[in-house]
Protein backbone atom coordinates (compact mmCIF):
# COMPACT_ATOMS: atom_id res chain seq x y z
CA UNK A 1 0.00 0.00 0.00
CA UNK A 2 1.46 3.59 -0.90
CA UNK A 3 -0.11 5.67 2.06
CA UNK A 4 -0.15 9.50 2.05
CA UNK A 5 -0.22 9.79 5.59
CA UNK A 6 -1.62 7.69 8.70
CA UNK A 7 -4.30 7.93 11.92
CA UNK A 8 -2.96 7.45 15.04
CA UNK A 9 -4.76 5.90 18.19
CA UNK A 10 -4.55 4.96 21.54
CA UNK A 11 -5.69 2.14 23.98
CA UNK A 12 -4.51 0.01 26.38
CA UNK A 13 -2.04 -2.70 25.61
CA UNK A 14 -3.98 -5.49 23.43
CA UNK A 15 -2.72 -8.73 25.38
CA UNK A 16 -4.25 -11.85 24.14
CA UNK A 17 -7.00 -9.44 21.81
CA UNK A 18 -6.98 -9.86 18.08
CA UNK A 19 -9.01 -7.97 15.83
CA UNK A 20 -8.18 -4.71 14.13
CA UNK A 21 -9.57 -1.73 16.59
CA UNK A 22 -8.90 -1.03 20.50
CA UNK A 23 -10.69 -3.21 22.72
CA UNK A 24 -10.17 -0.38 25.53
CA UNK A 25 -8.90 2.84 23.66
CA UNK A 26 -7.61 5.82 25.27
CA UNK A 27 -7.42 9.15 24.97
CA UNK A 28 -3.97 10.96 23.77
CA UNK A 29 -3.54 12.81 26.91
CA UNK A 30 -3.92 9.81 29.08
CA UNK A 31 -1.58 7.83 26.72
CA UNK A 32 0.92 10.84 26.90
CA UNK A 33 0.83 11.00 30.86
CA UNK A 34 1.68 6.70 30.89
CA UNK A 35 4.75 7.60 28.40
CA UNK A 36 5.90 10.43 30.74
CA UNK A 37 5.68 7.80 34.13
CA UNK A 38 7.14 5.16 32.10
CA UNK A 39 4.17 2.76 31.68
CA UNK A 40 2.52 0.90 29.33
CA UNK A 41 0.07 1.96 26.15
CA UNK A 42 -0.69 1.01 22.68
CA UNK A 43 -0.76 3.05 19.26
CA UNK A 44 -2.45 1.62 16.40
CA UNK A 45 -1.24 3.25 12.82
CA UNK A 46 -3.77 2.58 10.38
CA UNK A 47 -4.33 4.52 6.65
CA UNK A 48 -7.39 4.67 5.07
CA UNK A 49 -8.89 2.61 7.82
CA UNK A 50 -7.04 -0.77 7.13
CA UNK A 51 -4.81 -1.28 10.08
CA UNK A 52 -1.01 -1.62 9.49
CA UNK A 53 1.15 -1.27 12.64
CA UNK A 54 0.46 -1.98 16.43
CA UNK A 55 3.05 -0.42 18.31
CA UNK A 56 2.73 -1.44 22.23
CA UNK A 57 4.99 0.30 24.99
CA UNK A 58 6.28 -2.68 27.54
CA UNK A 59 8.66 -2.62 30.37
CA UNK A 60 12.61 -1.89 30.80
CA UNK A 61 12.21 0.13 27.58
CA UNK A 62 11.16 -2.56 25.44
CA UNK A 63 8.51 -1.78 22.54
CA UNK A 64 6.88 -4.35 20.58
CA UNK A 65 5.56 -3.65 16.87
CA UNK A 66 2.80 -5.95 15.51
CA UNK A 67 2.52 -5.77 12.13
CA UNK A 68 -0.92 -6.48 9.71
CA UNK A 69 -1.11 -8.74 6.43
CA UNK A 70 -3.31 -8.26 3.85
CA UNK A 71 -6.05 -9.71 5.47
CA UNK A 72 -5.97 -7.83 8.41
CA UNK A 73 -4.48 -10.84 10.80
CA UNK A 74 -1.83 -9.56 13.10
CA UNK A 75 1.86 -11.22 12.75
CA UNK A 76 3.81 -11.76 15.74
CA UNK A 77 6.04 -9.63 17.35
CA UNK A 78 8.77 -7.56 16.33
CA UNK A 79 10.90 -6.57 19.62
CA UNK A 80 12.57 -3.93 20.21
CA UNK A 81 15.26 -3.43 22.99
CA UNK A 82 17.24 -0.87 24.21
CA UNK A 83 20.87 -0.65 22.87
CA UNK A 84 23.84 -1.59 25.13
CA UNK A 85 26.39 0.05 23.39
CA UNK A 86 26.69 2.89 25.39
CA UNK A 87 25.70 5.55 22.29
CA UNK A 88 22.88 7.99 21.62
CA UNK A 89 19.79 6.08 22.67
CA UNK A 90 18.44 3.99 20.34
CA UNK A 91 16.22 0.61 20.01
CA UNK A 92 17.93 -2.11 17.97
CA UNK A 93 15.18 -4.98 16.76
CA UNK A 94 15.59 -8.97 17.90
CA UNK A 95 15.86 -10.63 14.83
CA UNK A 96 13.07 -13.09 14.28
CA UNK A 97 12.94 -16.42 12.94
CA UNK A 98 14.27 -16.92 9.65
CA UNK A 99 17.25 -17.65 7.79
CA UNK A 100 20.09 -14.87 6.74
CA UNK A 101 18.91 -15.19 3.43
CA UNK A 102 15.86 -14.10 4.19
CA UNK A 103 15.16 -10.53 3.40
CA UNK A 104 12.82 -9.64 6.07
CA UNK A 105 15.37 -11.04 8.43
CA UNK A 106 18.38 -9.12 7.05
CA UNK A 107 16.75 -6.03 7.38
CA UNK A 108 15.40 -6.54 10.98
CA UNK A 109 18.92 -7.56 11.43
CA UNK A 110 20.21 -4.13 10.27
CA UNK A 111 17.40 -2.33 12.28
CA UNK A 112 17.98 0.61 14.39
CA UNK A 113 16.04 3.81 15.34
CA UNK A 114 15.88 6.38 17.79
CA UNK A 115 13.92 5.79 21.23
CA UNK A 116 10.82 8.13 20.54
CA UNK A 117 9.25 11.14 22.47
CA UNK A 118 5.37 10.29 22.45
CA UNK A 119 4.09 11.11 19.45
CA UNK A 120 7.22 10.40 17.24
CA UNK A 121 5.89 7.21 15.79
CA UNK A 122 7.78 8.41 12.52
CA UNK A 123 10.68 6.32 13.82
CA UNK A 124 8.70 2.46 12.95
CA UNK A 125 7.98 3.32 10.03
CA UNK A 126 11.08 1.57 7.93
CA UNK A 127 9.11 -1.51 9.74
CA UNK A 128 6.22 -1.20 7.49
CA UNK A 129 8.29 -1.55 4.14
CA UNK A 130 8.29 -4.89 5.36
CA UNK A 131 4.59 -5.87 4.48
CA UNK A 132 5.22 -3.41 1.29
CA UNK A 133 3.43 -0.19 2.39
CA UNK A 134 5.15 2.67 1.31
CA UNK A 135 4.56 6.29 2.20
CA UNK A 136 3.79 8.72 -0.80
CA UNK A 137 5.70 11.46 0.73
CA UNK A 138 8.03 12.62 3.45
CA UNK A 139 7.26 13.47 5.99
CA UNK A 140 4.52 11.68 6.66
CA UNK A 141 1.26 12.87 8.19
CA UNK A 142 0.42 11.60 11.58
CA UNK A 143 -3.55 12.61 12.48
CA UNK A 144 -4.44 12.08 16.11
CA UNK A 145 -7.90 10.04 16.08
CA UNK A 146 -7.53 8.72 19.23
CA UNK A 147 -11.08 8.94 21.88
CA UNK A 148 -11.49 11.93 23.74
CA UNK A 149 -12.54 11.16 27.36
CA UNK A 150 -13.06 7.80 28.70
CA UNK A 151 -13.01 8.03 32.56
CA UNK A 152 -11.89 6.56 35.14
CA UNK A 153 -14.13 3.18 37.04
CA UNK A 154 -17.10 5.96 38.64
CA UNK A 155 -18.23 4.68 42.04
CA UNK A 156 -21.80 4.37 40.99
CA UNK A 157 -24.37 2.17 43.37
CA UNK A 158 -21.94 2.21 46.32
CA UNK A 159 -24.09 2.46 49.15
CA UNK A 160 -26.78 0.75 46.94
CA UNK A 161 -24.66 -2.34 47.28
CA UNK A 162 -25.95 -2.68 51.12
CA UNK A 163 -29.29 -2.24 50.43
CA UNK A 164 -31.53 -5.62 51.06
CA UNK A 165 -33.48 -6.63 48.76
CA UNK A 166 -34.20 -8.40 45.42
CA UNK A 167 -31.20 -7.34 42.34
CA UNK A 168 -30.99 -7.64 38.96
CA UNK A 169 -27.36 -8.88 37.86
CA UNK A 170 -25.26 -10.03 35.20
CA UNK A 171 -26.09 -14.00 35.68
CA UNK A 172 -30.05 -13.44 36.96
CA UNK A 173 -31.81 -12.35 39.72
CA UNK A 174 -30.25 -12.47 43.13
CA UNK A 175 -31.10 -11.29 46.33
CA UNK A 176 -28.89 -9.09 48.73
CA UNK A 177 -28.50 -9.93 52.11
CA UNK A 178 -26.81 -7.59 55.38
CA UNK A 179 -24.33 -8.92 57.52
CA UNK A 180 -22.30 -8.08 60.45
CA UNK A 181 -18.79 -9.58 60.65
CA UNK A 182 -17.67 -8.26 63.41
CA UNK A 183 -16.09 -5.20 65.23
CA UNK A 184 -12.69 -3.90 63.76
CA UNK A 185 -9.90 -2.36 66.24
CA UNK A 186 -8.02 0.21 64.69
CA UNK A 187 -5.69 1.63 67.74
CA UNK A 188 -2.43 3.69 65.19
CA UNK A 189 -4.82 5.21 62.61
CA UNK A 190 -4.21 3.58 59.67
CA UNK A 191 -7.17 1.12 58.17
CA UNK A 192 -5.36 -1.27 55.87
CA UNK A 193 -7.14 -3.33 53.16
CA UNK A 194 -5.45 -6.24 51.56
CA UNK A 195 -5.44 -9.57 51.09
CA UNK A 196 -4.46 -11.15 53.89
CA UNK A 197 -1.29 -13.38 52.67
CA UNK A 198 0.36 -10.35 51.05
CA UNK A 199 -0.53 -7.50 53.21
CA UNK A 200 3.15 -5.69 52.46
CA UNK A 201 2.44 -5.44 48.65
CA UNK A 202 -1.01 -4.70 48.37
CA UNK A 203 -2.11 -3.07 51.16
CA UNK A 204 -4.18 0.76 50.82
CA UNK A 205 -4.31 2.43 53.87
CA UNK A 206 -6.85 4.84 55.30
CA UNK A 207 -6.51 7.40 57.52
CA UNK A 208 -9.16 7.13 60.53
CA UNK A 209 -9.63 7.90 64.54
CA UNK A 210 -7.93 5.28 66.27
CA UNK A 211 -11.04 3.20 68.10
CA UNK A 212 -13.15 0.20 66.86
CA UNK A 213 -15.77 0.01 64.00
CA UNK A 214 -18.14 -2.56 62.19
CA UNK A 215 -17.88 -4.42 59.35
CA UNK A 216 -20.41 -5.14 57.32
CA UNK A 217 -21.05 -7.34 54.60
CA UNK A 218 -23.18 -7.56 51.61
CA UNK A 219 -24.00 -10.87 50.71
CA UNK A 220 -25.20 -11.57 46.93
CA UNK A 221 -27.75 -14.78 47.06
CA UNK A 222 -27.90 -16.72 43.37
CA UNK A 223 -28.89 -19.83 42.60
CA UNK A 224 -25.90 -22.04 43.54
CA UNK A 225 -25.47 -20.28 46.84
CA UNK A 226 -23.69 -16.69 48.54
CA UNK A 227 -21.30 -14.84 47.72
CA UNK A 228 -19.51 -11.60 49.46
CA UNK A 229 -20.35 -9.14 46.80
CA UNK A 230 -19.07 -5.75 49.08
CA UNK A 231 -17.18 -5.50 52.02
CA UNK A 232 -17.17 -2.28 54.26
CA UNK A 233 -16.11 -0.62 57.59
CA UNK A 234 -18.32 2.13 59.12
CA UNK A 235 -16.47 5.25 60.67
CA UNK A 236 -19.10 7.59 61.21
CA UNK A 237 -23.14 6.76 60.69
CA UNK A 238 -23.21 9.33 58.16
CA UNK A 239 -24.58 8.53 54.52
CA UNK A 240 -21.31 9.79 52.59
CA UNK A 241 -21.17 12.87 50.22
CA UNK A 242 -18.43 12.09 48.18
CA UNK A 243 -16.68 9.20 47.17
CA UNK A 244 -13.46 8.69 46.09
CA UNK A 245 -10.96 5.52 45.26
CA UNK A 246 -7.85 5.01 47.97
CA UNK A 247 -5.00 6.01 46.41
CA UNK A 248 -1.46 5.77 47.20
CA UNK A 249 0.96 8.60 47.18
CA UNK A 250 2.46 8.01 43.12
CA UNK A 251 -1.23 7.34 41.88
CA UNK A 252 -2.97 9.29 39.33
CA UNK A 253 -6.14 8.70 38.34
CA UNK A 254 -5.81 11.20 34.76
CA UNK A 255 -3.46 8.27 33.62
CA UNK A 256 -6.66 5.46 33.94
CA UNK A 257 -7.95 4.32 31.13
CA UNK A 258 -11.88 3.86 30.94
CA UNK A 259 -13.49 1.82 33.88
CA UNK A 260 -9.89 1.13 34.73
CA UNK A 261 -8.91 1.94 38.17
CA UNK A 262 -6.36 1.09 41.05
CA UNK A 263 -7.18 -1.73 43.84
CA UNK A 264 -6.26 -4.55 45.59
CA UNK A 265 -5.03 -7.73 44.21
CA UNK A 266 -6.50 -10.79 45.53
CA UNK A 267 -4.68 -14.40 44.95
CA UNK A 268 -6.09 -16.11 48.30
CA UNK A 269 -9.80 -15.52 47.44
CA UNK A 270 -10.20 -13.48 50.15
CA UNK A 271 -9.60 -9.80 51.49
CA UNK A 272 -9.17 -8.66 54.58
CA UNK A 273 -9.70 -4.98 56.49
CA UNK A 274 -6.49 -4.50 59.67
CA UNK A 275 -5.11 -2.02 61.11
CA UNK A 276 -2.22 -0.95 59.19
CA UNK A 277 0.75 -2.23 61.70
CA UNK A 278 -0.57 -5.62 61.78
CA UNK A 279 2.09 -7.06 58.88
CA UNK A 280 2.47 -10.90 59.00
CA UNK A 281 -0.19 -13.46 58.56
CA UNK A 282 -0.22 -16.03 61.74
CA UNK A 283 -0.38 -19.77 61.17
CA UNK A 284 -4.46 -19.31 62.42
CA UNK A 285 -5.03 -17.78 59.05
CA UNK A 286 -2.73 -19.53 56.56
CA UNK A 287 -5.15 -22.78 58.02
CA UNK A 288 -8.66 -21.00 58.04
CA UNK A 289 -8.25 -18.69 55.10
CA UNK A 290 -5.46 -20.27 52.77
CA UNK A 291 -6.70 -23.46 53.03
CA UNK A 292 -10.10 -23.21 53.74
CA UNK A 293 -12.27 -25.75 56.20
CA UNK A 294 -15.24 -23.37 57.22
CA UNK A 295 -18.17 -22.16 54.96
CA UNK A 296 -18.33 -19.18 57.01
CA UNK A 297 -18.07 -16.11 54.57
CA UNK A 298 -16.08 -13.80 57.42
CA UNK A 299 -13.50 -14.72 59.94
CA UNK A 300 -12.16 -12.78 62.80
CA UNK A 301 -8.40 -13.16 63.79
CA UNK A 302 -6.92 -11.45 67.05
CA UNK A 303 -3.40 -10.00 67.09
CA UNK A 304 -1.23 -11.20 69.96
CA UNK A 305 -1.14 -8.40 72.21
CA UNK A 306 -4.94 -8.48 71.69
CA UNK A 307 -5.03 -4.78 70.55
CA UNK A 308 -5.93 -5.40 67.42
CA UNK A 309 -7.98 -7.86 64.78
CA UNK A 310 -8.66 -8.79 61.41
CA UNK A 311 -11.58 -9.45 59.46
CA UNK A 312 -11.62 -11.70 56.34
CA UNK A 313 -13.48 -12.29 54.19
CA UNK A 314 -14.14 -14.36 50.97
CA UNK A 315 -13.92 -12.16 47.62
CA UNK A 316 -16.69 -12.01 45.74
CA UNK A 317 -15.95 -14.56 42.66
CA UNK A 318 -12.07 -15.02 43.94
CA UNK A 319 -8.87 -13.97 42.75
CA UNK A 320 -8.80 -10.88 40.79
CA UNK A 321 -8.03 -7.10 41.34
CA UNK A 322 -10.85 -5.04 43.53
CA UNK A 323 -11.49 -1.12 43.92
CA UNK A 324 -11.41 0.55 46.86
CA UNK A 325 -13.83 3.31 47.73
CA UNK A 326 -13.80 5.72 50.44
CA UNK A 327 -16.87 7.56 51.53
CA UNK A 328 -16.45 11.23 53.02
CA UNK A 329 -18.66 13.28 54.44
CA UNK A 330 -19.52 17.43 53.44
CA UNK A 331 -17.12 18.56 56.00
CA UNK A 332 -14.05 16.00 54.62
CA UNK A 333 -14.26 13.37 57.38
CA UNK A 334 -13.82 9.65 56.63
CA UNK A 335 -17.44 8.12 57.01
CA UNK A 336 -16.65 4.60 55.49
CA UNK A 337 -14.59 2.18 53.54
CA UNK A 338 -16.22 0.01 50.77
CA UNK A 339 -14.37 -2.59 48.89
CA UNK A 340 -16.49 -3.41 45.45
CA UNK A 341 -15.99 -6.67 44.53
CA UNK A 342 -17.63 -6.51 41.33
CA UNK A 343 -20.60 -8.73 41.60
CA UNK A 344 -23.23 -5.99 40.57
CA UNK A 345 -21.36 -3.99 37.96
CA UNK A 346 -22.36 -4.95 34.21
CA UNK A 347 -19.51 -7.56 32.48
CA UNK A 348 -17.20 -6.23 30.50
CA UNK A 349 -13.47 -5.62 30.60
CA UNK A 350 -13.02 -4.64 34.53
CA UNK A 351 -9.72 -4.41 35.36
CA UNK A 352 -6.61 -2.58 37.30
CA UNK A 353 -4.27 -0.94 36.15
Not at 70 to 92: H, N
Not at 284 to 295: A, G, H, K, N, Y
Request: hydrophobic residues 40%; negative net charge.
Amino acid sequence: MIFDGLEVSYGERWEGYHGVTHPDPIAGAVAAGRHAAGWGYAVLLSARERPLALIERWPRGMWGVYLYDDSGRRELPIELKPSEDGGTPALIAHQRAGTPEDAAVRRLAEFRCPEPEFGEWQVFLPLLALQGHEPATTPVVLTDVSVEGGSPLRPIGIEQLFSPGPRDTPDGPATVEVIDAGLLGIPSGQLAVADPGVVDSTARSVPVPPGGYPVTLALLHKRHGPKVAAARVTILDISPAVWSMALRPNEDPGLLGRDRFYGIGVDSGSAAFMDATRRVPDPEIDETVFIPQSRELAMEFLATDDTSNLIAFYSGEGDGSYPVWTGHTADGEVACVVIDFMLLRPRRRRSQL
